[in-house]
């Protein structure tokens, strides 16, 4: 027996950890008692073990055992935590790897950083604080859709058999289910499982999405807020912004996304650390000086951050175009800059108002995942962070070089859907077979048919057009595809059977449309501004095509939907962020982390937080230039419309933050508000405009900002510092975004218009212009009464679908729980089974209609089974280190690909014209499927004695 007694460390706070080291070097099996004792007055940040204890551990090195004994010492020696192991255990650290999917360095043997952090943790991790961690946690995460139904079943066998969970007739009724590989463990490997997953729970995160993309522990050293970040990431919040806003009047849309912007600052940010010298001073021990030192992870994601502020485009843009522009108002006021600027300036930043609130559901809880972050943090882990030479599944590549190779892929292909072959972009080869058969045309049409077509595209731009493939969870992707593949067929339905006169019109168009067929021109109905009622007589009414009376039919059974099943599903969280608000209110410095004890929130503890008071004033000095906006120009806008947005906003936030974070799908009020302000003030579309603008901008700011707020949460960063440069990014995203629309309005050949060479047709323009004439001069109460009456019943038939949805997936099963306590395994099948359609994303999916078509989501449909179905399943590792790393670098290439080749070939028309891009619009799908002759009086619909 060799003793040896070692380990001396000391903790900030000068706390003394000894460690007694007993190895038997004669025995095969070859353990160590590990006895560690702690004293120190002051808690170290870093673990969360309760005091007084004594921990004596034993570990086998040849097989995966141990045994744990635990004294209490009383009140003896003032312990407050038990420290850090000074040296983990190989068996411990390879079976903590093993269990995180992680390979050792292929060079050396070694394991990263969160690794051993683990490893540590789960050897402080007693078997007691075990059962009662996962015990808690998988009651948190019963009905969560993110985590696996696999790991839900695993815990609760777990905790049965530890008697942590579970009870007699349960346990009973559970003897007689076939066994699983489970039940081939034998206690002790039943016993690490269990104190892996709390370690889990405790100390990460139990989603393997987020552990790809996180770390466990929060770098200290890494510089974080300085200038070049404000520098760099103002100059890429310009690029970006000019490049959204130039590009959103296109069909289909190029955008240059955050991810993308992340690869161009991650070379600017070496360059100014390798070319900058280190010229400063010093304040208070606080260095000040030119070169912070090395470009680290944080500063790259705070300026990544910046940019993701001009990831999409002021909403208030459309609003513009569509007053400014001939072809819609024409009113020449309102090209304005002043008008311009303070409506984006009000609708960008009333939302950042309410953001302090959404924290409380959208930021703090574990279970608010937000899926569409995740590939910004995996951007800025494979180019910053420490690249290990380790196998995967045959792979060996590093993040970063795969990151590359994808980006110079997509950057090259991209030309051919693009320019050189534009047939593999809209591949509609079905109606090539009959080019002027118009019904095949509707059916398999990508261009102005339904696009139910099994091989739609190659083009990777149409394929993440509608759904995100990758970072979307797999059960939201089916949901979409499933509900805009059904709703498809009722628009066929609706087409096909003439209902209000929609076989004159085309089958799936945003465009509004009179009487003979023709785009609607709102000037003929219009006597300064207002709707004139003699005039209207003489013209038409408006009239909407099959997908657009199902799109608005969805439109308007999706809210009070959303209500009733998100309140009956989320009533505890969102109960929860009233009474902390309520809380911060009246006491103003509560910590906004009371009660929170997950491994990010500990962390971010440390910082200053950002008070609710900041968020605040931001809202109210916003809610007063808002007055100023509505009475100085014609507008038609009184205030109280202004107070009726922010309520709005506030009953429906809550519930759209907690779907987004969990399902990674947006949903918005634009259409609520339009109905509203419809039946107040009918016939003024200036008004309906105006409240649809701040409607859905300050709803879709706020959720924007919290995602932001998220990612500094994920990442660890100080939560003041994103607060001051969100606010500064959103300043130049708009300022920059004002002045590309002026050069649009003016320059852009022929914009706005369906057979522009360059694809700017303006679909985002169009349905705002069409929605404001229907509901604002023509006004609901004509339509709902009159031009179509069924629409008024989407709203009671939302609600009863929402309701019929919560009984059936959560109501029936609680009530058969109580009734057969002995079924209960059965029951809970039955519950997962049918709580897999979520009606909120099924109905939010028949939004994508007009005029997109299905051939733009079912590319990505097949995507999206490859990576989160048999790539996440079978090679998990693989799909953690590669898959978030390839989707960036696709949009990456396409965006630049894109930029290149409009100013290079595009701009100039030098097109190509041979049969690979001529031959998707030769037939009647490309030019147009051609509508029946009109009645004989030269109009359909009724006589203008009897207009809605």
Same mark, same amino acid.
């Given at each position: 027996m060799?003793?040896f007694?070692?380990?001396f460390?000391?903790?900030?706070?000068?706390e003394?950890?000894?460690?007694?080291?007993?190895?038997?070097?004669?025995?095969?099996?070859?353990?160590?008692?590990?006895?560690?004792?702690?004293?120190?007055?002051?808690?170290?940040?870093?673990s969360?073990?309760?005091?007084?204890?004594?921990?004596?551990?034993?570990?086998?090195?040849?097989?995966?055992?141990?045994?744990?004994?635990?004294?209490? /010492?009383?009140?003896?020696?003032d312990?407050?935590?038990?420290?850090e192991?000074?040296?983990?255990?190989?068996?411990?650290?390879?079976?903590?790897?093993?269990q995180?999917g992680?390979?050792?360095?292929?060079?050396?043997?070694?394991?990263?950083a969160?690794?051993?952090?683990?490893?540590?943790?789960?050897?402080?991790?007693?078997?007691?604080?075990?059962?009662?961690?996962?015990?808690?946690n998988l009651k948190?995460?019963?009905f969560?859709p993110n985590?696996?139904?696999?790991?839900?079943d695993?815990?609760a066998?777990?905790?049965?058999?530890?008697?942590?969970?579970?009870?007699?007739?349960?346990?009973a009724?559970?003897?007689?289910?076939?066994k699983?590989e489970k039940?081939?463990?034998?206690?002790?490997q039943?016993?690490?499982?269990l104190?892996?997953?709390?370690?889990?729970?405790?100390?990460?995160s139990?989603?393997p999405?987020?552990?790809?993309?996180?770390d466990?522990f929060?770098?200290?050293?890494?510089?974080?807020?300085?200038?070049r970040?404000?520098l760099?990431?103002?100059?890429?919040?310009g690029?970006?912004?000019?490049?959204?806003?130039?590009?959103d009047p296109?069909l289909?849309?190029i955008?240059?996304?955050?991810?993308?912007c992340?690869?161009?600052?991650?070379?600017?940010?070496?360059?100014?650390q390798?070319c900058?010298p280190?010229?400063?001073?010093?304040?208070?021990?606080?260095?000040?000086?030119?070169n912070?030192?090395e470009?680290?992870?944080?500063?790259?994601?705070?300026?990544?951050?910046?940019?993701?502020?001009?990831?999409g485009?002021?909403y208030?843009?459309?609003?513009?175009?569509?007053?400014?522009?001939?072809?819609?108002?024409?009113q020449?006021?309102?090209g304005?800059f002043?008008?311009?600027?303070?409506?984006?300036?009000v609708t960008?930043?009333?939302g950042?108002?309410?953001?302090?609130l959404?924290?409380?559901?959208?930021v703090?809880?574990?279970m608010?995942?937000?899926?569409s972050?995740l590939?910004?943090?995996?951007?800025n882990?494979?180019?910053?962070a420490?690249?290990?030479?380790?196998?995967?599944?045959?792979?060996t590549?590093?993040r970063?070089h795969?990151f590359?190779?994808v980006?110079?892929?997509?950057?090259?292909?991209?030309?051919?859907?693009?320019?050189?072959?534009?047939? /593999?972009?809209?591949w509609?080869?079905?109606?090539?077979i009959?080019?002027?058969?118009?019904?095949?045309?509707?059916?398999?049409?990508?261009?102005?048919?339904?696009?139910?077509?099994?091989?739609?595209?190659?083009?990777?731009n149409?394929?993440?057009?509608?759904?995100?493939?990758?970072?979307?969870?797999?059960?939201?992707s089916?949901?979409?595809?499933?509900?805009?593949?059904?709703?498809?067929?009722?628009?066929?339905?609706?087409?096909?059977?003439?209902n209000?006169?929609t076989?004159?019109?085309?089958i799936?168009?945003?465009?509004?449309?009179?009487?003979?067929?023709?785009?609607?021109?709102?000037?003929?109905?219009?006597?300064?501004?207002?709707f004139?009622?003699s005039?209207?007589k003489?013209?038409?009414?408006?009239?909407?095509?099959?997908?657009?009376l199902?799109l608005?039919?969805?439109?308007?059974?999706?809210?009070?939907?959303?209500?009733?099943?998100?309140?009956?599903?989320?009533?505890?969280?969102m109960?929860i962020?009233?009474?902390?608000?309520?809380l911060?209110?009246?006491y103003?410095?509560?910590?906004?982390?009371?009660?929170?004890?997950?491994?990010?929130?500990? &962390?971010q503890k440390?910082?200053?937080?950002?008070?609710?008071?900041?968020?605040?004033a931001?809202?109210? &000095?916003?809610?007063?230039?808002s007055i100023?906006?509505?009475?100085?120009?014609?507008?038609?806008?009184?205030?109280?419309?202004i107070?009726?947005c922010?309520?709005?906003?506030?009953?429906?936030?809550?519930?759209?933050?907690?779907?987004y974070?969990i399902?990674?799908?947006?949903?918005?009020?634009?259409?609520?508000?339009?109905?509203?302000?419809?039946?107040?003030?009918?016939?003024?579309?200036?008004?309906?405009?105006?409240?649809?603008?701040?409607?859905?901008? &300050?709803?879709d700011?706020?959720m924007?900002?919290?995602?932001?707020q998220?990612?500094?949460?994920?990442a660890?960063l100080?939560?003041?510092?994103?607060? %001051?440069?969100?606010?500064?990014?959103t300043l130049v995203?708009?300022?920059?975004?004002?002045?590309?629309?002026?050069f649009?309005?003016?320059?852009?050949?022929?914009?706005?218009?369906?057979?522009?060479? %360059?694809?700017?047709?303006?679909?985002?323009e169009n349905?705002l212009?069409?929605?404001?004439?229907?509901w604002?001069?023509?006004g609901?109460?004509?339509?709902?009464?009159?031009?179509?009456?069924?629409?008024?019943?989407?709203?009671?038939?939302?609600?009863g679908?929402?309701?019929?949805?919560?009984a059936?997936?959560y109501?029936?099963?609680?009530?058969?729980?109580?009734?057969?306590?002995?079924? &209960?395994k059965?029951?809970?099948?039955y519950?997962?089974?049918?709580?897999?359609?979520h009606?909120?994303?099924?109905?939010?999916?028949?939004?994508?209609?007009?005029?997109?078509?299905?051939s733009y989501?079912t590319?990505?449909?097949?995507l999206?089974i490859?990576?989160?179905?048999?790539?996440?399943t079978?090679?998990?590792?693989?799909?953690?280190?590669y898959?978030?790393v390839?989707?960036?670098?696709?949009?990456?290439?396409?965006?630049?690909?894109?930029?290149v080749?409009?100013?290079?070939?595009?701009?100039?028309?030098?097109?190509?014209?041979?049969?690979?891009n001529?031959?998707?619009?030769?037939?009647v799908d490309?030019q147009g499927?051609?509508?029946?002759?009109l009645?004989?009086?030269?109009y359909?619909?009724?006589?203008?004695?009897h207009y809605?």
């Amino acid at each position: 027996m060799i003793v040896f007694l070692g380990a001396f460390s000391a903790c900030m706070s000068g706390e003394v950890d000894i460690g007694l080291y007993l190895a038997d070097s004669s025995s095969d099996l070859g353990f160590f008692v590990c006895i560690y004792i702690s004293i120190s007055p002051v808690d170290c940040t870093h673990s969360s073990h309760p005091p007084t204890m004594l921990r004596l551990k034993l570990f086998g090195k040849e097989k995966s055992s141990e045994e744990e004994v635990e004294t209490e /010492i009383g009140e003896v020696l003032d312990v407050s935590d038990v420290p850090e192991i000074s040296e983990i255990p190989p068996d411990v650290t390879e079976y903590v790897a093993q269990q995180l999917g992680t390979p050792p360095n292929d060079v050396d043997g070694s394991y990263p950083a969160d690794v051993l952090f683990m490893a540590e943790k789960f050897l402080l991790m007693s078997e007691n604080e075990a059962i009662e961690i996962c015990t808690r946690n998988l009651k948190y995460h019963e009905f969560d859709p993110n985590f696996r139904d696999s790991h839900k079943d695993l815990l609760a066998e777990l905790l049965k058999s530890f008697n942590g969970s579970g009870d007699p007739d349960e346990a009973a009724s559970d003897e007689k289910d076939e066994k699983d590989e489970k039940d081939d463990l034998d206690p002790i490997q039943k016993s690490m499982l269990l104190r892996f997953w709390a370690t889990l729970f405790h100390w990460w995160s139990p989603y393997p999405e987020v552990r790809a993309v996180t770390d466990p522990f929060d770098d200290d050293s890494q510089t974080c807020l300085t200038w070049r970040v404000l520098l760099l990431g103002t100059i890429w919040v310009g690029v970006g912004a000019f490049v959204n806003q130039f590009f959103d009047p296109r069909l289909p849309a190029i955008t240059l996304s955050a991810s993308v912007c992340q690869l161009l600052l991650y070379p600017s940010g070496r360059l100014l650390q390798y070319c900058l010298p280190d010229w400063g001073f010093s304040i208070r021990g606080h260095r000040f000086t030119l070169n912070p030192g090395e470009w680290s992870q944080k500063e790259q994601l705070l300026a990544t951050v910046m940019v993701n502020c001009a990831n999409g485009t002021p909403y208030v843009a459309e609003n513009i175009f569509i007053q400014y522009m001939p072809m819609f108002y024409n009113q020449k006021w309102a090209g304005g800059f002043g008008y311009g600027f303070l409506l984006m300036l009000v609708t960008q930043f009333m939302g950042f108002g309410l953001a302090g609130l959404l924290r409380r559901v959208g930021v703090y809880p574990v279970m608010a995942m937000w899926p569409s972050i995740l590939p910004t943090l995996a951007v800025n882990k494979a180019l910053l962070a420490p690249n290990r030479k380790e196998s995967i599944n045959g792979w060996t590549i590093t993040r970063y070089h795969f990151f590359f190779l994808v980006f110079l892929a997509s950057f090259l292909y991209f030309w051919i859907p693009n320019y050189l072959w534009t047939a /593999i972009s809209t591949w509609n080869w079905m109606t090539w077979i009959a080019p002027n058969n118009a019904d095949l045309a509707i059916v398999t049409g990508s261009i102005s048919g339904m696009g139910y077509n099994p091989i739609p595209t190659f083009d990777w731009n149409m394929m993440n057009m509608l759904i995100s493939p990758i970072l979307t969870p797999l059960y939201s992707s089916m949901n979409q595809y499933v509900g805009m593949f059904v709703s498809g067929l009722f628009i066929l339905a609706v087409f096909y059977t003439n209902n209000n006169y929609t076989k004159w019109l085309p089958i799936n168009d945003n465009t509004l449309y009179d009487n003979t067929g023709n785009p609607f021109d709102v000037t003929k109905i219009l006597t300064n501004f207002i709707f004139d009622e003699s005039k209207y007589k003489k013209y038409s009414p408006p009239y909407y095509s099959a997908a657009n009376l199902v799109l608005y039919g969805a439109f308007f059974a999706l809210y009070p939907m959303a209500f009733v099943y998100s309140v009956l599903c989320y009533w505890k969280q969102m109960g929860i962020a009233l009474r902390d608000t309520w809380l911060s209110l009246r006491y103003i410095h509560r910590s906004n982390y009371e009660g929170l004890d997950d491994a990010f929130s500990r &962390i971010q503890k440390k910082h200053k937080e950002v008070p609710d008071w900041w968020f605040y004033a931001i809202l109210l &000095i916003m809610f007063g230039l808002s007055i100023a906006l509505v009475e100085h120009w014609p507008t038609d806008t009184p205030v109280w419309v202004i107070v009726l947005c922010l309520g709005m906003c506030l009953v429906f936030l809550l519930p759209f933050t907690i779907f987004y974070s969990i399902s990674g799908v947006l949903l918005t009020l634009n259409v609520l508000g339009e109905l509203i302000i419809g039946y107040a003030l009918p016939g003024k579309f200036q008004a309906l405009n105006t409240t649809k603008a701040l409607m859905v901008q &300050i709803a879709d700011q706020a959720m924007n900002y919290t995602t932001d707020q998220k990612t500094t949460h994920y990442a660890h960063l100080p939560p003041r510092s994103i607060f %001051m440069i969100q606010l500064w990014a959103t300043l130049v995203n708009g300022l920059v975004c004002l002045g590309v629309l002026q050069f649009q309005m003016f320059s852009v050949k022929e914009i706005c218009t369906k057979h522009n060479s %360059m694809k700017f047709s303006c679909p985002n323009e169009n349905t705002l212009f069409s929605a404001s004439v229907i509901w604002g001069v023509i006004g609901p109460k004509r339509i709902f009464d009159h031009q179509y009456p069924v629409l008024k019943w989407m709203f009671l038939l939302g609600a009863g679908v929402g309701l019929l949805f919560w009984a059936f997936q959560y109501g029936l099963p609680m009530v058969l729980v109580k009734r057969y306590p002995a079924s &209960i395994k059965k029951i809970l099948r039955y519950q997962r089974i049918v709580s897999k359609a979520h009606p909120l994303i099924l109905c939010s999916a028949m939004l994508s209609w007009a005029p997109y078509n299905l051939s733009y989501m079912t590319g990505g449909f097949y995507l999206a089974i490859l990576f989160n179905w048999y790539l996440k399943t079978r090679y998990l590792e693989w799909w953690r280190k590669y898959a978030y790393v390839f989707s960036s670098g696709m949009d990456t290439g396409v965006a630049l690909s894109a930029i290149v080749i409009f100013f290079a070939v595009e701009y100039n028309d030098y097109g190509l014209s041979w049969w690979g891009n001529n031959v998707s619009s030769a037939g009647v799908d490309g030019q147009g499927i051609p509508i029946p002759p009109l009645p004989d009086v030269g109009y359909f619909g009724p006589g203008p004695d009897h207009y809605p």
